[in-house]
């Protein structure tokens, strides 16, 4: 029987890779690095065999998408930031049973998914990328990234995408370790202003909500911060409208969950954006 092992909120920001560049910003993120290690670390003692990304760079515009090539292979280099991200190389073994089976256990539950596999041109996307290169950097662990920028879904679907994952990974043979990869609040700074913003929240507000949704999830108020959910993606401009977050938490319990968050470290703010590590404990 398959395990739900590890359950994490994690950050992919660009600025990690600039950090391990020679320059001015060179060690500026070390500590989100280690965070992605930390979590990497514990995941091998748990016996994780796969990893679980649910992605807010794949955007998807009609149902939900999940990347189940057997193998995920490729040269990466972000359209979005071409500057920051480039011929990323990677090579990692994918889990095709596993992606398929969470697509029928979503679709049955009224939310249509499609596994793919068997589409080498289908990449992976650096909220996945970033993330393996430090938690997975001896690409020994198993990914299936799942499309978490879904366009135009209801909160109410993603919790359901979230129970047909821990469905599919408990009926399964895997131990399996799940990262929400996105951002807490996410305006990013106008045009004018972003290349001075590297280190700097853009709105005051975004950053006071952000601060109390993780003291939110650290003191274990899980159904207050669901319910107030569609309010924070909406006024703070939730990455991937936060689906990765209602994913997590749908595979978690949603409202019945009782756990606390542990931030793996401080709260930092990236190019107008609030980032964190934060572990959940599967219950
Ligand atoms: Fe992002």
């Not at 992606?99 to 596994?115: F, N, P, Y």
């Not at 793996?264 to 964190?276: D, I, V």
Request: glycine share 10%.
């Amino acid at each position: 029987m398959g395990k739900l092992a590890l359950a994490a909120k994690v950050t992919h920001v660009p600025s990690m890779l600039i950090s391990e560049m020679p320059g001015k910003h060179q060690g500026c993120r070390d500590f989100a690095i280690e965070g992605h290690r930390e979590i990497g670390r514990r995941a091998r003692e748990l016996g994780v065999d796969t990893f679980v990304v649910l992605d807010t760079h794949w955007l998807v515009n009609s149902g939900y998408h999940i990347n189940a090539n057997a193998r995920h292979r490729g040269i990466y280099t972000s359209t979005e930031f071409p500057h920051f991200i480039r011929d990323l190389e990677y090579d990692y073994q994918g889990n095709t049973a596993l992606g398929e089976s969470i697509a029928a256990k979503a679709t049955a539950k009224g939310v249509l998914t499609r596994a793919h596999s068997g589409v080498e041109s289908l990449g992976l996307e650096y909220g996945t990328l970033v993330p393996m290169k430090y938690m997975n950097e001896e690409a020994d662990i198993s990914v299936v990234s799942i499309g978490g920028w879904v366009y135009s879904a209801e909160m109410e679907e993603s919790q359901a995408v979230g129970e047909a994952i821990r469905e599919a990974v408990e009926e399964s043979d895997r131990c399996v370790a799940l990262l929400a990869s996105g951002s807490l609040s996410h305006r990013i700074w106008d045009n004018r202003e972003v290349e001075d913003g590297l280190f700097k929240i853009s709105k005051p507000f975004n950053k006071e909500v952000d601060l109390m949704v993780l003291d939110m999830w650290q003191e274990g108020r899980i159904a207050e911060f669901i319910d107030m959910l569609p309010d924070y993606a909406k006024n703070c401009s939730g990455e991937g409208n936060m689906h990765d977050t209602a994913m997590l938490f749908g595979a978690l319990g949603w409202d019945n969950y009782t756990g606390k968050g542990e931030m793996l470290h401080q709260y930092f703010e990236s190019s107008g954006t609030g980032q964190c590590n934060v572990v959940f404990p599967v219950m």
